[in-house]
């Protein structure tokens, strides 16, 4: 019998020798160190998902005006608000199959897929010639780089428990670099022939296609990052779930020194199994979904707003900038978040603890985003250093706090479930995130009509009710609504 019982388990360990899960796991025990070299490759990919979603938003409102949609000039950012949002809707439609794909198929079949729509959809946004054009393209784009959920969960699982931690710090900063360069690229490089008529002719694409170029520049480098997911190795287990478990037991029965520890082990295990069939039933994951989405839609909203009310003349309570001017702004806010997010969040979550980061984070966000419509009342030179000061600070602080929700969504399922978990996540986050252009392009519209109204006048309400938005998401970070997920490995 116990001759049996050792040929099976070798014939197990022989199949897993097969499992790149398995290998993944080996290296990770015998690698004690940070693994830079996978971080790196993460971050690349990871930039890449991230610098199309908000690239178009310097530029948009451009867009809209040369196609001649919008009757009044008050009424482009409606439309623009649908456009940035056609790409949440389908990231909302598409994430949780792309999770499913991952956990069945592996995370880097999905990685690949999502990186090559950025080369193919976003570059034909770029010459679209019309709104309608403009709007499907956007939403193929979410269709298909629905792989947030996948580069979070792959992110968790190359590296050893200890450092978990910042390798999710690397993808909410390469996504928050993202989220920033990528409109500094937008507002850079779109209109070029107006910005650089000794770089570029009238009659080149370029002067036919004036948002072109920022859309090719990043389709340029999610090629790059084509090639780069070569050395991504897969980390999905993929041998038989009976034996897989089978060897968790047996694992437990080794290392258990006495009767009571191993049935509490072996419940554990079978807690696990229970809560892999309920994943929806796991408050702590659920919970952590809900307060991410808030907060997801909040940030959205003030993506969108940013960058709209930065370009709106001053008569309308904006600060007159040109796209390029927003771009320098978001360009050294990345550049502050960058340094932030590497050298400072570490130290301090392993300090604080991802929940406290979060609850802070959002604390300061509201009086901070009460100064922005009092920072339009400055000009020139103290108006440039101000709003820099401040977007740093507001881009650090919801880095951050998604940060520390990332953290805790991955520590409430275990690997086998993270892609999936990730991927309801990133669902439920992006239909939030769809209200977040659209409905921030409606109230900055209708922001822009009551300038002279008695109680928050024009964009005065705009970041009111973005605030209020952030203090609805930080009272559910407390309990009974959260439930803080327990460490897992």
Known sequence: MEE??????????????????????????????????????????????????????????????DFHIAKREEDIGFYAGFVGSSFMVGRALTSLFWGVVADRYGRKPVILIGTFSVVVFNTLFGLSTNFWMALSMRFFLGCFNSLLGTIRAYAS????????????????????????????????????????PNLFAESSIFG?????????????????????CKWLPETLHKHAEKAHERADLHDISEHSSNDSGQKDNIVELEDKQIHKSNLLKNWPLMSTIIVYCVFSLQEMGYSEIFSLWAVSDKK?????????????????????????????????ERRLGPLMVTRL??????????????????SGV???????????????????????????????????????????????????KAFGPAGGGALFSWAQ??????????????????????????????????????QRE
């Open 361 to 378: 984070s959002a604390v300061i966000s509201i009086p901070l985003l009460s100064c922005f419509p009092y920072i339009a009342m400055l």
């Open 382 to 432: 103290v108006l440039h250093l101000v709003i820099n000061c401040a977007a740093i600070l507001r881009n650090t602080l919801s880095v951050s706090l998604v940060t520390g929700l990332f953290i805790l969504l991955n520590n409430a399922v275990p690997q086998s479930q993270r892609g999936a978990a990730n991927a309801i996540s990133i669902t439920a986050m992006s239909v939030f």
């Open 449 to 486: 009509e009551r300038q002279v109204a008695s109680f928050l006048p024009g964009d005065q309400m705009v970041f009111f009710a973005l605030n209020v938005v952030q203090f609805i998401g930080l009272l559910l970070t407390f309990k009974p609504f959260l439930a803080e997920p327990y």
């Open 4 to 65: 049996n019982r050792t040929s099976l388990l070798e014939r197990e360990a022989e199949y897993r020798e097969k499992c790149p899960g398995c290998k993944m796991d080996r290296l990770k025990q015998e690698q004690a160190g940070v693994p830079y070299k996978l971080l790196s490759f993460i971050w690349i990919v990871s930039l890449c998902t991230a610098l199309q979603i908000s690239s178009l938003f310097p530029f948009v409102y451009f867009m809209i005006r």
């Open 316 to 348: 309308y309570g904006g600060l007159s900038f040109s796209s390029q001017d927003v771009g320098e702004v978001l360009a050294i806010s990345g550049f502050g978040l960058l340094l932030f997010q590497l050298l400072l969040y570490p130290p301090v």
């Open 208 to 228: 036919r296609f004036p948002y072109f170029l920022p859309c090719l520049i990043i389709s340029v480098y999610a090629v790059g990052s084509l090639v780069a």
């Open 157 to 196: 699982e190359v590296c050893r428990e200890e450092y978990r931690a910042l390798a999710l710090s690397v993808v909410s900063t390469s996504r928050g670099i993202g989220l920033i360069i990528g409109p500094a690229i937008g507002g850079f490089f779109a209109q070029p022939v107006e910005k650089y």
